[in-house]
């Protein structure tokens, strides 16, 4: 299926059969490059939080005590959001004050495409490891203690899946040094349609995750 620019699609992430992460956002594009999406600011989002306040960067999804889905508000910087298709990583181009400011890389599973009566999105599992990329090319990797910690939990990576993302990461760290694609300053002056408002969660945004 293909996805129309201005459609509102849920982003979710899932982790040992739950839900635990959703975003809203717009379709910037859908083409052979891949699915872009607009993350603007003021936009609603929800979080598992536990109800002593941790959420999964601080512990494991078993142990998170009372856990729900709390809303909160997208505040900081607005993104467009690069999911190729098969890849275990979404690269975000991220803008401060309207400026571009750098990218950000969230390691993740590849994705997968779901469309059910009005509501539609793509559902994967995030990695815990992320870089961060300035503008000018330098990078630092980003939650590498979480990483750690949760290697060989049994319902998140193994040594070797560790290994494999990690690998992932460094693929990508020599392309933005280099100044490749999707480092090479293509989108970076991207804005979004001046008549998109925010994107509201519909009905059906909670069904069972998709599967390849």
Known sequence: MKFAPGEV??????RGGQLCFVNVLRVVADDERGLRLWLPLGSPYWRLVGSDGQTLHDTTIDVLPNPRLKQLTWLGSEFMIWMPADRAYS????WADGAFAGWYVNLEEPYVRWA??????????DHALDIEVRADHSWRWKDEEEFRAKTGHPLYWTE??????????E????MAEAAEFPFDGTWTGF?????WTLPARTAGWDRPRATS
Do not use: K, N, Y
């Open 171 to 174: 693929r990508l760290t020599r």
């Open 9 to 14: 699609l849920v982003r979710r992430f899932w």
């Open 191 to 195: 804005r979004p349609d001046a008549a």
């Open 116 to 125: 059910d009566r009005g509501c539609a999105g793509v559902d994967t599992a």
């Open 91 to 94: 690269v975000w181009w991220r």
């Open 160 to 169: 070797m899946e560790a290994h494999q993302i990690r690998g992932t990461g």
